[in-house]
């Protein structure tokens, strides 16, 4: 570990933090239907939108409406990507002249792009048209990511309400959230990506002449636009097989930290969003420093173990850390960071390979999908995840005191408690089972490149990667098979949208009840001391249902390579 290492992560850590109030200020206003800098030019385009899909933007919807009308959008983009990455041979722009993606292949990309989890068992360049890297997977991009915020801002509403059988309109939210906010940055983006060299064409792949007088082709495309909103919107998908290890979607230093800022920028102002709308911006700032805590931890122990190796390493005389599926134009440093970035937010981009870190340096992406992917988290999906681990720690506080609990003048009872225990637990229900089968299954088993502790680790990544909605690959897995496309479908699905029904069903029962004022027994909400417990309960809960499995890959990989430490 360097200074020069450490300032980096301070001047990225400062950096989120700077954002996350304007960009909140700016999020609340748009949401609030108030008037802000864009609207002279958007708001006709917004009315529009309306008038044409026959939506009242006055008329807001009961918790149950709002669910009901966010999984209909999701089945229209289902059909979608499915569609066309199926008539892909006689679709436009394919200069490649890509055929027809399979069926199973198809179903696990579309039900990947649904869920804003972009695992891909594909290879972009080798396999996609244009037009189904632009209609199907940017597409979705934008909306799977505006469908998050738009959830996450729904149960905000239900903290902030009293009295009230509505949590916001659906449509209204995503068409705000996809024009005011996600477009206006992704085109900036964009350009500053092209500047840094990223391509942006519809032109063919380009013939090259190797040195040696061989022939190469090079993939370009509409690259530079796809990589704008899979970053800021938490998606992950590559345009490229490398993902953000490849040159072309991340050229320079500079390229690779706006991108990871903008992982996290939306997924930070969305705490600034909470505390503004509950009438205190230090509630917002307490679950920034819950998710910070945690994030930091991450950060400390992927960059120690990374830069330090391994024992098995020394004895080879292999010093300075370990560099092994790591671009040399970035670094130990930046690699690391970016792994804990991506599956802090559930975004899923990689610019290393998790597979090769030391077992130290990969345990720690699993833990961050492992909790929930609440460190920041996808866009939303973060806060309204953060916020149901909240909900139980109040609920923990509250039977020290042996009184009701309450949080932001809403009494957590014994509805918010169950809903909240059933979103969390079923993420572990279905990465240990899968994983169970995974490592039994003859099919299963024989897409594992590794044996032992890390080959088990490739498949438990793999699930958990796929219920937490992240979409990075531990590698060394085949995933392109019927079983692994079938499974990780049913995974990324459950993952996503049986933690949704419950957060929302949360959000309908507290915008139903009645604000109460704070009195001298209200537990503090703002504090280190509620910092403390959220963090505690995140823990403790993790280690209940989520670290066990954790310890039978990593931790006994680690024993073994560093065997040399022990006797």
Not at 434 to 440: D, I, L, M, S
Request: net charge neutral; with cysteine.
């Amino acid at each position: 570990m360097t200074v020069i290492g450490w300032l980096q992560i301070i001047l990225f850590c400062t950096i989120i933090v700077a954002l996350a109030k304007p960009l909140g200020w700016y999020m609340t206003r748009v949401f609030g239907g108030e008037r802000t800098f864009l609207s002279p030019v958007l708001r006709p385009i917004e009315a529009g939108i309306y008038w044409l899909s026959g939506v009242d933007e006055k008329r807001e919807q009961h918790w149950l409406t709002y669910t009901v009308a966010m999984l209909l959008f999701h089945v229209g983009g289902f059909l979608i990507i499915y569609g066309v990455m199926r008539l892909q041979a006689v679709l436009p722009f394919n200069p490649a002249g890509q055929g027809a993606v399979a069926e199973d292949l198809s179903f696990n990309t579309a039900v990947s792009f649904i869920t804003n989890t972009n695992w891909q068992n594909y290879g972009g360049e080798s396999t996609l048209s244009y037009l189904v890297q632009m209609l199907g997977l940017t597409h979705q991009n934008f909306l799977s990511a505006a469908t998050g915020i738009a959830l996450a801002m729904a149960l905000i509403r239900g903290f902030s309400r009293a009295s009230m059988r509505t949590v916001g309109n659906f449509w209204v939210d995503v068409t705000r959230c996809t024009l005011y906010v996600l477009l206006p940055i992704c085109v900036v983006y964009t350009l500053f990506l092209v500047w840094q060299g990223m391509p942006q064409t519809l032109g063919p792949y380009v013939e090259a002449t190797t040195l040696e007088g061989a022939k190469q082709t090079i993939a370009v495309g509409p690259v530079a636009s796809q990589v704008a909103i899979k970053m800021l919107g938490t998606n992950g998908g590559g345009f490229f097989n490398a993902n953000a290890a490849h040159p072309f979607e991340n050229p320079t230093a500079l390229a690779n930290f706006v991108q990871m800022l903008s992982i996290f920028a939306l997924g930070a102002a969305m705490t600034n969003v909470f505390g503004r709308m509950v009438g205190n911006q230090r509630q917002g700032w307490a679950i920034l420093s819950v998710m910070g805590v945690l994030f930091v931890a991450g950060v400390a122990i992927t960059y120690w173990a990374e830069a330090n190796g391994t024992s098995t390493m020394h004895a080879l005389g292999l010093t300075g850390g370990n560099m092994e599926g790591k671009e040399v134009r970035f670094g130990i440093v930046a690699s690391s960071l970016f792994a804990v970035v991506t599956t802090a937010a559930s975004c899923g981009a990689v610019n290393a390979m998790h597979d090769s870190f030391t077992a130290l340096g990969g345990m720690i992406p699993l833990i961050n999908m492992q909790l929930g992917e609440i460190i920041i988290g996808g866009v939303g999906a973060g806060l309204y995840g953060m916020l149901l681990f909240v909900v139980l720690a109040i609920f923990v506080a509250g039977l020290m005191v042996g009184r009701t609990p309450e949080y932001v003048g809403k009494k957590i009872e014994a509805r918010e408690v169950k809903m909240a225990m059933l979103a969390i637990l079923v993420l572990p229900l279905m990465y240990l089972g899968w994983t169970a089968v995974g490592v039994v299954c003859p099919a299963a088993v024989a897409s594992m490149a590794n044996a032992g502790p890390h080959g088990f680790t490739e498949v438990l990544y793999a699930f958990t990667s796929a219920t937490g909605n992240n979409g990075s690959a531990f590698a060394g897995l085949t995933g392109n098979t019927l079983f692994y496309n079938l499974t990780l479908a049913s995974a990324m699905f459950v993952g996503r949208f049986f933690m949704i029904v419950p957060a929302m069903a949360i959000a309908g029962s507290l915008a139903a009840k009645k604000s109460i004022p704070p009195s001298a027994g209200t537990f503090p909400t703002t504090g280190g001391l509620f910092v403390g417990l959220v963090v505690g309960v995140i823990l403790i809960i993790g280690g209940l249902t989520f670290f066990p499995a954790l310890a039978l890959g990593p931790i006994v990989e680690h024993l073994a390579m560093n065997a040399g430490n022990l006797f």
